[in-house]
């Protein structure tokens, strides 16, 4: 028979997700918390890998991506870009991590991508709310604080974001394998 | 799709790609207009004090950005912008939120053709509340636990396992509900079983005894002279740590590794167990030429038997060509919902280890012995 679980799984997780992004998303968001991409990033990273350890079946990971991104339209920020492309980036490359690597390697790898590509997406983000003047205005205005280009900035928050990603994803890889033994894994 | 649904969207699509001001500001007169006339109650939801404040900050942010950069007059421009942006996005979010559920969902999902997605995301809905209620209480708990607010976030990953375990927890409980209702949509069961014997699910946590319980259970319908076919599973153990599983026939005690631990997600199925074919075989021969009256023993079946692999053929196949006289399956507490739908079977007794009142060994026995051969 076919089993249930990979779906219901999905559903579950992906509704845990969908409804932190709605709650502490939105206050991280309003409340201006720096870094606040990074940390949603990583709760999303933690609830991604827990499910693709708890079933790992190709694809399980986008259909909870696509849950929480259906939940995630129901709130104020529905029609707001960032969080949703930002769902669906996740999504992506934790789907992408596991399917060209196993075990932390691939969360890790998940991890790299999804915060990884977090400040590329704001700035597009920042592009398409605000025009390409305010975008680059913001970077050229962070640039010149630091007395370096644009370019260089963008490639720092790259780098940090990255970074946080590779260590959250093993610490992701880690957690749900706690999590995997508490629900009693075994044949 | 609603008239003024569509019209909104387009707008906000429209101004989400558009840097002329203009453009912009007609878009915000036109979605606070459409939403005032269409859904009022969607346009006060937009001027929510905190909504307001998010959005002014955001284009007094940008201004002050642009000001720094081209000078103020610019700053001004782009600043109004994002805020006129900003309301036609709100509005629109508003309207989608009070005009869509997940009713018409699951009708659009259904005329698409994807009615599973449509039920994973009602799920999700249905999920929310209980999530939310959930979390609170986890989060009390391990408040209280930690001795504070501060120490108990600095335990997150404490806190975070739990969430997580409870939310896998539901999952199962969902899609054994599921099962149980012959939510065919979600899964649906290739060859559906139906099992007329009486079958015994002995099922408790882990290292509760079921093995142990099944080979008494072996043993005690020997002395009755009932014959007994199928297999046991016991754990291989050192120092207390579980190794892996042997698998036993328990008509001829002939016994071969079955399956041993390896590195997570590195097994077969993508488990942190290693298969070996030997084992199946054995469970094959197991589960052949079975004399007819006899009790098959099946310990056990688990997430992979009930994908389909593993054990299953052999079972199915067992079930369908023998005149068994009763069924003893060992499973875990979660899956029992599972098996009972795959299994179809009408005189199920399930034995919970942790929940039995006397000898269970006595009450398994007594259920299947002495029964009839009702399958043919």
Redesign the interface.
Known sequence: ?????P??????????W??LEATAGTAL??G?VPFRGEIMGLIGL??LV?LR??Q??VGVVL?AG??AI??K?????????GPLVGIAIQTLAVEFGFIVA??PVAAALGGIIALGTNPVQRVITAW???????A???L??VGELGGVEARWVLAGFVGLAASIGALGGV?AWR??????R?????? | MNPALALILAV?IGA??S?RVEVVAASAVVACGVAWIADRGAFR?VLRA??V??AV??AAA?TA??A???GLD?GLV?GG??LL??VV??T???V??RS?DAEK?LSVTSRLGME??G???S???N??PH??ET?STVWAAHRVRSGGRWAALRRF?AL??V???H??????Q??AA??LRG?RA?????T?LVTRVRTVVVTG??GSGKTPLVASVVEELGKRGVPVAGFLQPAILEDGK?LG?RIQNVTTDEVVE??RRV????GK?????A?FDEGFDLGRRALRDIAPGSVLVIDEL???E???G?HWPAVERALKSFDICGLVVVV?RTLVP?LV??LDAADVVVVDLEEVDGDAVTKVVEAVSGCQVKQS
């Open positions: 028979m076919k089993d249930l679980r779906w219901t799984h999905a559903a579950l997780y992906g509704a845990l969908g409804a968001h309003l201006r933690v609830c827990c350890r708890l790992p079946r259909v696509v849950t259906f939940l339209i129901f709130t104020h920020g529905g029609l707001y870009p196993r075990g398409i709310v605000s025009g390409t003047e305010a680059t205005a913001v050229r205005a610490w957690l749900s394998g706690r999590v995997v508490r629900l009693g894994g075994g044949p | 906000a989400s790609f840097s939801r905190g909504l404040l998010g900050f955001a940008a950005a642009v720094w950069a081209s610019r782009i912008t994002v942006r900003l996005l709100g629109a979010a508003a989608v939120a869509v969902i599973r997605l039920l994973v995301f799920l999700a809905v999920a929310l999530l939310s979390t990953p975070a396992e969430l997580l375990a939310t896998g927890r539901v999952a199962d969902a899609a599921a099962a939510h979600l899964g649906r069961i290739a559906p946590p882990t579980k599983f079955l399956a590195a997570p997600g590195d199925f993508g488990m942190s167990f298969f688990g997430p992979v009930l994908r389909g593993g875990r599972v739908e795959a």
